[in-house]
């Protein structure tokens, strides 16, 4: 019951007010069903394919294509070994291709992307907000727009059809320079780094010792979008790329899918294979998630 204070005494409030109080209440109730739903649309409809390739992998060649359910089959195991055993173990050579691009071309990155975004923060030079804003066009511009002037020049210095092709093309990152960027800008404040000059701390230790651990949840969000950005990418290593044994996982299981119009039973194998791919990345986002703190450095100051 609500209660109103009249002349030192306390009486019962009006039954109208209390109505009135209930009302904007209920209001924002029905406003924020809202977002709720179309969140919950989003959710349902980023993991429903996640959902299929989930069960449908479980499920037998002639299961998958004579039955669409969500249900479940016991194929799984069977199909794990048929992929393993298909053409002498290739799947896993290309999981291993393909985690050499992403480990090696992300942490490159991260590395690059960590001493160009620290340069970019706390350095003050000529042609400083001319070099951001081109990085700033670089994320604009779509992979597949680079991807001829890529091949050329790696054409020309002799590279296409190796590693290299596509691993050092996977090491800038204008994305991650410009998250790198702006995470220091704000995780390492510029009273630190001038009282470690102060002390007489070279330039390439404090970098070393000082920003870098202080940039640590930034660079690992770096780390993880690069991985995850190389290890689903299709377009450069498929133009770069005509040995199958230096195949990713996208193109290998690009080439079972065409291969399945003559051998519908690879069709099963491609499925399987695409829910193998995901579980690397699954674990690196449990293994990772652990080091998003905020507020790294938030006492150093004082």
């Not at 449908?56 to 194929?75: I, Y």
């Not at 994320?139 to 691993?167: D, F, T």
């Amino acid at each position: 019951m609500a209660l109103t204070r009249t002349a030192g005494a306390v009486t019962p409030a009006p039954a109208g007010a209390r109505e009135r109080g209930r009302r904007p209440a209920r209001r924002r109730e029905r406003t924020a069903l809202l977002p709720t739903a179309i969140l919950l649309l989003g959710a349902v409809y980023c993991l429903l394919p996640v959902v299929w390739v989930l069960t449908a992998s479980t499920k037998d060649n002639a299961q998958l294509f004579n039955t669409f359910t969500f249900e479940p089959n016991g194929s799984l195991w069977s199909n794990v070994r048929s992929l393993s055993a298909y053409a002498g173990g290739v799947y896993w050579h290309w999981m291993a291709n393909t985690a050499l691009y992403a480990g090696g071309g992300a942490l490159l990155s991260t590395v690059v992307s960590a001493l160009t975004g620290f340069a970019l923060a706390k350095y003050r030079f000529r042609g400083r907000s001319l070099l951001f804003n081109l990085l700033l066009a670089g994320v604009m511009v779509p992979p597949v727009v680079l991807a001829l002037p890529q091949y050329l020049l790696m054409s020309k210095v002799g590279l296409v059809g190796s590693y290299w092709s596509v691993l050092l093309l996977s090491v800038l990152s204008p994305y991650g320079i410009y998250l790198a960027r702006i995470y220091s800008m704000s995780a390492v404040p510029d009273e630190v780094i001038q009282a470690a000059r102060v002390d007489g701390c070279p330039e390439r230790k404090l970098i070393t010792r000082i920003a870098v651990p202080m940039m640590v949840p930034g660079l690992v969000t770096v780390f993880l979008f690069q991985f995850v950005a190389v290890w689903n990418n299709f377009l450069l290593p498929f133009i770069m790329l005509s040995d199958e044994n230096k195949f990713p996982l996208t193109v290998g299981l690009y080439t079972l899918l065409n291969r399945g119009s003559t051998a519908p039973a690879l069709y099963s194998l491609v499925v399987t294979g695409s829910l193998l791919s995901i579980v690397p990345l699954v674990i690196l986002f449990l293994v990772l998630q652990r080091y998003w703190r905020t507020d790294l450095a938030a006492g150093s100051v004082k």
